[in-house]
C-alpha cells in the first residue's frame, strides 16, 4: 500500500495564505497525475486542482480559481498547492492522490482552518 504525506495546513485568518505540500511515492511522481482534494465533515472529498505528469497541464475547481496555484517540485519529488486569499470557505481537510484518486493512496491529510 502506498500513501501520500500531506504536511503545511494549519489555521490562518481570511485574506491569508498557506502552502501545503505532497511526497509522493517515487512510483507515480513522474507518470502521473497529481492532484489536490478537501473533505468536510458530512460531504464528499472533491478535487481541488490537479498536475499533469510533463508539468505542463493544470486544472482547478472554479472556487479556487485565481487564488490557488499548484506546481511540481522534481527535486523533492512533491507537489505543491499554494493557497492565497483564503476563505473560511476554504477550511477542509486537504488530500492529495492520483487522478482518479486511487483507495490505496490517500494519506492522513493535513486540516486548514480559515477564521472569518
Known amino acids: 500500500q502506498v500513501q501520500m504525506v500531506e504536511s503545511g495546513g494549519g489555521l490562518v485568518q481570511a485574506g491569508g495564505s498557506l502552502r501545503l505540500t505532497c511526497a509522493t511515492p517515487i512510483s507515480i511522481f513522474r507518470t502521473t497525475t497529481i492532484a489536490w482534494y478537501r473533505q468536510t465533515p458530512g460531504k464528499q472529498r472533491d478535487l481541488v486542482a490537479s498536475i499533469g505528469s510533463s508539468n505542463s497541464s493544470t486544472h482547478y475547481a472554479d472556487s479556487v480559481k485565481g487564488r490557488f496555484t499548484i506546481s511540481r517540485d522534481n527535486a523533492k519529488r512533491t507537489v505543491i498547492l499554494q493557497m492565497n486569499s483564503l476563505k473560511p470557505e476554504d477550511t477542509a481537510v486537504y488530500y492529495c492522490?492520483?487522478?482518479?484518486?486511487?483507495?490505496?493512496?490517500w494519506g492522513q491529510g493535513t486540516r486548514v482552518t480559515v477564521s472569518a
Open positions: 492522490n492520483k487522478s482518479p484518486p486511487l483507495q490505496g493512496y
